[in-house]
């Protein structure tokens, strides 16, 4: 089977776009960590966070290969009783 390589505006659609995963912080607050870069952050409250991640990509990437797109995936775990 042949393998073909994802059209351009594909692959550029993908790489414009960075996703967070948000957990809850065991010391409270919330912690941010990007899933296929080695991007971690942590804030008090969303707002907060929001900025710290925005921060963190503008560190990590350069204006050439930054991501236009910051996507944050919130997990949040509900414990109830069986």
Not at 9 to 29: K, L, R, W
Not at 41 to 55: P, S
Request: charged fraction near 30%.
């Amino acid at each position: 089977m042949e393998r073909r390589s994802l059209p351009e505006y594909n692959a550029n659609m993908i790489d414009s776009e960075i996703i967070f995963s948000v957990h809850d912080s065991p010391e409270g607050g919330y912690e941010a960590r990007a899933l296929g870069h080695a991007i971690f952050t942590q804030a008090e409250t969303m707002d907060d966070l929001k900025t710290m991640v925005r921060d963190a990509v503008r560190c990590h990437f350069d204006d050439k290969t930054a991501p236009s797109v910051i996507r944050l995936h919130i997990v949040k775990d509900e414990v109830i009783t069986a």
